[in-house]
């Protein structure tokens, strides 16, 4: 059974930080590309970050310089640390396993988790 379970959500002040952690079960994790995404109200869901099996990031532009994405392969774990949040980074944050075809392996189906909620405001 595959699972992706965020965590580390919250509410923070502007100019705060948080970590996410989306760990992971029932995949091959290590071989696998892994994303944020998130959603605000009202809006498209939108991808945040994304990084390899071998550890190559990017970013959308609106996060880059704040947040970081990073992988623990032995934990089957994915993070997001946010630094100098803003109001507008308020939205669910979901993990995600997008499918495709990475270190020649073939993965032909998409996984979410269940998101967590950030929410910036003084």
């Known amino acids: 059974q595959v699972q992706l379970v965020e965590s580390g959500g919250g509410l923070v002040q502007p100019g705060g930080s948080l970590v996410l952690s989306c760990t992971t079960s029932?995949?091959?994790?290590?071989?696998?590309?892994m994303a944020w995404y998130r959603q605000a109200p009202g809006k498209e869901r939108e991808l945040v970050a994304r990084i390899t099996g071998e550890g190559q990031t990017k970013y959308t532009e609106t996060v880059k310089g704040r947040f970081n994405i990073s992988r623990d392969n032995a934990k089957s774990t994915v993070y997001l640390r946010m630094n100098f949040l803003k109001p507008e980074d308020t939205a669910t944050y979901f993990c995600?396993?997008?499918?495709?075809?990475?270190?020649?392996?073939?993965?032909?189906?998409?996984?979410w988790g269940q998101g967590t909620q950030v929410t910036v405001s003084s």
């Open positions: 995600h396993r997008p499918k495709g075809y990475y270190i020649g392996k073939f993965f032909a189906i998409d996984y």
């Open positions: 029932g995949i091959d994790f290590s071989a696998s590309d």
